[in-house]
């Protein structure tokens, strides 16, 4: 996509968004986040902007403002408002595009998140090929040290994924937004090479990779080193989804362990990550992650270290 005629993106004004991973679609009460007053949303942001955020990712783990009614989306929009709040991206969650049973129909949201997107002014839209975590993984401490469900790995399945992704991304390219396709183990998107390839077969410059690597270094298996993934990943990134863990391997065992950390404290060197898309012309929105404990507050660090990284003002981006 063209930025020309657009604003100089620095460490001061480069949207950085609130997840809203650490809140459920299920309240206490058996409600859905869906019917929800007006006040009760106010409550919930309001945690988002006494962190410090300015840009918020409704996140449809916690809502899904594609499905709200127009005037319930006017509602929702008046509390994000009323905080301060902005809205560059709408990241989807273990809706699985090329799902057997549920593919279409989450190929047909997908196109209902791009027109809502559009309608609230957002930039950009996260998709991917990852499903609902297996009981198993529900019942882990960690979900990511449990296998969950595989995309199958045959031309047809690929040929697929190409034509959905393809589907929204000229969609997308239509209303002016990015879709990103975000990395995530065990599916298309489960390895740089993997990523790449997609993005390449789809040929669409708006379709970019959100280059999730805490997604695959938080694994407990072998993974390529995340240097060597960036260097893949760099010429295709877009709207990113960023978090990191502390990863332990001994190799006379084969044990590897993880744990969530603060960007600034992982393994993965966010400076020299993120200096390594700019050089190829990123320019987009990230989202901060973390899990476990209070995610919302290491969110918020997350952002105060990317924010003191992130080029200058009058260097450009």
């Known amino acids: 996509m063209s930025h020309t005629n657009e604003p100089k993106l620095d460490r001061t004004n480069w949207p950085i968004a609130a997840a809203m991973i650490q809140y459920p679609a299920l309240l206490p009460d058996g409600r859905s986040t869906q019917d929800q007053s007006a006040e009760e949303w106010f409550e919930t942001l309001a945690d988002v902007a006494d962190a410090g955020f300015s840009e918020l990712d409704p996140t449809d783990s916690w809502l899904r403002v594609a499905d709200l009614e127009p005037s319930r989306l006017d509602e929702f929009m008046g509390v994000v408002r009323a905080h301060g709040l902005t809205i560059p991206s709408i990241s989807t969650a273990r809706r699985n595009l090329i799902d057997p049973e549920h593919g279409e129909a989450h190929v047909a949201y997908g196109h209902r998140v791009l027109d809502t997107a559009a309608r609230i002014g957002a930039e950009a839209v996260s998709f991917g090929f990852f499903s609902p975590l297996t009981?198993?993984?529900?019942?882990?401490?960690?979900?990511?040290?449990?296998?969950?469900?595989?995309?199958?790995?045959?031309p047809e399945t690929f040929r697929l994924a190409v034509e959905r992704v393809r589907d929204l991304g000229r969609h997308g390219a239509e209303l002016g937004l990015e879709v990103a396709l975000e990395m995530y183990e065990d599916t298309l998107l489960g390895t740089a090479d993997g990523a790449v390839r997609l993005v390449t077969e789809i040929d669409l410059p708006n379709v970019k990779i959100n280059a999730d690597l805490g997604n695959l270094v938080?694994?407990?298996?072998?993974?390529?080193?995340?240097?060597?993934?960036?260097?893949?990943?760099?010429?295709?990134?877009?709207?990113?989804?960023?978090?990191?863990?502390?990863?332990?391997?001994?190799?006379?065992?084969?044990?590897?362990?993880?744990?969530?950390a603060p960007l600034e404290f992982g393994t993965i060197?966010?400076?020299?990550?993120?200096?390594?898309?700019?050089?190829?012309?990123?320019?987009?929105?990230?989202l901060v992650e973390h899990y476990g404990g209070d995610g919302l507050s290491v969110s918020a660090a997350n952002r105060d270290y990317l924010r003191k990284i992130l080029p200058r003002p009058g260097v450009q981006a």
């Not at 198993?136 to 199958?152: E, H, M, S, Y």
């Not at 060197?269 to 990230?286: E, K, Q, T, V, W």
Request: with cysteine; glycine share 4%; charged share 25%.
């Open 218 to 260: 938080r694994l407990h298996r072998e993974v390529e080193p995340w240097q060597a993934m960036m260097e893949k990943l760099a010429p295709f990134c877009g709207y990113w989804h960023i978090k990191n863990y502390t990863r332990m391997e001994d190799a006379s065992s084969g044990l590897v362990m993880t744990a969530p």
């Open 135 to 154: 009981d198993a993984q529900r019942k882990a401490l960690w979900f990511w040290t449990v296998d969950g469900v595989k995309n199958p790995d045959d």
């Open 269 to 286: 060197n966010y400076r020299a990550a993120i200096r390594m898309a700019l050089a190829h012309g990123f320019r987009s929105p990230f």
